[in-house]
């Protein structure tokens, strides 16, 4: 098993569908996010999970609803979205402690088109 | 302001050279650590090489070096021996913050292109 699976790989939908994007990590890690990548921008940081609870949320549109039921699935549900969220949505887990780098495990991405 | 830089959005370098891929940073921690991630054309991001703010010694893995210069506040990374896999987009990173409060800042990324 590769170390954080995100599923779909790939996924088209139109401005009032609702979807859901899937990542899952078999590290043992205690934090999971979300990023969001666009063309010529650096990562955006979207959300974080410590020991399934929100730690940080950047200001994303209420249209972006993340869920994490466990230390190791995340979650994120869109619903409503606009075309400009077209984007690669990266699914990261991290170890959180001192005795750790901290570096972030990243998944292969979910290339989402909005239409 | 940006907090990581990377200057260069390209870079081309000949098979088996060796080259370099800036990137500056800016924090007012006492303690951070830097990244430089690998991102092939298939999306996933792969983690290449650490440096903590404490380290004295500039870091290594295998043919990844990163030419930390700390009063400079920059991160290079040094590939040497550059084969055909290398192409790629390369993020330098940086961690800041506690251990329950981390938070990863990205640059804009270089492409990366070698050339047979």
């Known amino acids: 098993e590769t170390g954080v699976t995100q599923t779909p790989r790939h996924l088209v939908m139109g401005m009032t569908n609702k979807k859901s994007l899937k990542c899952e990590q078999h590290?043992?890690?205690?934090?999971m996010y979300w990023y969001k990548q666009s063309a010529k921008k650096p990562l955006e940081l979207m959300f974080v999970y410590s020991l399934e609870e929100r730690v940080e949320n950047n200001s994303v549109p209420s249209r972006f609803s993340p869920e994490c039921p466990n230390s190791s699935h995340l979650f994120l549900h869109l619903h409503t979205l606009q075309p400009e969220d077209s984007a690669l949505y990266l699914c990261?887990?991290?170890?959180?402690?001192?005795?750790?780098?901290?570096?972030?495990?990243f998944g292969e991405g979910s290339r989402l088109t909005v239409l | 302001a940006q907090k990581i830089t990377q200057t260069q959005p390209g870079m081309f370098v000949q098979e088996k050279e060796a080259v370099t891929l800036d990137c500056t940073y800016d924090?007012?921690?006492?303690?951070?650590?830097l990244f430089w991630y690998k991102q092939p054309s298939s999306g996933e991001m792969i983690f290449l090489i650490y440096?903590?703010?404490?380290?004295?010694q500039n870091a290594t893995e295998g043919r990844y070096s990163l030419n930390f210069q700390k009063a400079r506040k920059s991160a290079n990374l040094v590939i040497s021996a550059s084969q055909l896999g290398d192409s790629a987009m390369y993020f330098c990173a940086m961690r800041e913050g506690t251990s329950g409060t981390y938070k990863y800042i990205f640059g804009t990324g270089t492409r990366l292109k070698v050339l047979a």
């Open positions: 990261a887990s991290s170890q959180r402690d001192r005795a750790n780098t901290g570096e972030l495990f």
């Open positions: 440096q903590g703010s404490y380290d004295e």
């Open positions: 590290l043992g890690h205690n934090a």
């Open positions: 924090t007012s921690d006492q303690s951070y650590g």
